[in-house]
């Protein structure tokens, strides 16, 4: 059996032959490079790298699932916090009062399950907010 059909295997993937997926020459020397550089294991390193995707992907889609949740108004909230809009600056913007805004923070907070703005920021720093908009 092949590398990548035992590393999917143990993923809980289950693949047939016609999904099995080969690396080119130039994919081939990057990992056989970092292998040497880290003296592990090429299949270690692969196997680390397709797990990391995989969290990866699971954490952009679960952060998406809350997005989803939000309503527009804190989904504007959420984008000025993330592009660093002070409470005023965006109670000035959105036409409402600081309290009503606070509610709306306190609730975006809530939802994503963080603590604080810079934390919200942290785990959205690669949501495209310009292409969300366009949707």
């Avoid at 993923?11 to 994919?27: C, H, K, T």
């Avoid at 692969?46 to 990391?52: G, H, K, L, N, Y």
């Avoid at 959420?78 to 809009?85: L, T």
Wanted: aromatic share 8%; hydrophobic share 40%.
């Amino acid at each position: 059996m092949s590398f990548w059909l035992r590393l999917l295997q143990a993923l809980g993937i289950r693949v047939s032959a016609e999904s099995i997926y080969y690396l080119d020459g130039a994919l081939l020397q990057s990992l056989q490079t970092l292998a040497d550089e880290e003296r592990r294991p090429g299949d270690e390193i692969a196997a680390d790298i397709i797990a990391s995707a995989v969290s990866f992907q699971d954490t952009s889609q679960e952060l998406w699932q809350r997005w989803s949740r939000l309503s527009p108004r804190e989904q504007q909230v959420a984008m000025m916090i993330c592009h660093n809009y002070t409470t005023s600056e965006m109670a000035a913007q959105l036409m409402m009062s600081t309290n009503t805004l606070k509610s709306h923070i306190r609730k975006v907070l809530r939802k994503f399950d963080v603590h604080g703005r810079v934390e919200l920021r942290d785990i959205l720093t690669d949501f495209d907010f310009d292409r969300l908009m366009d949707q």
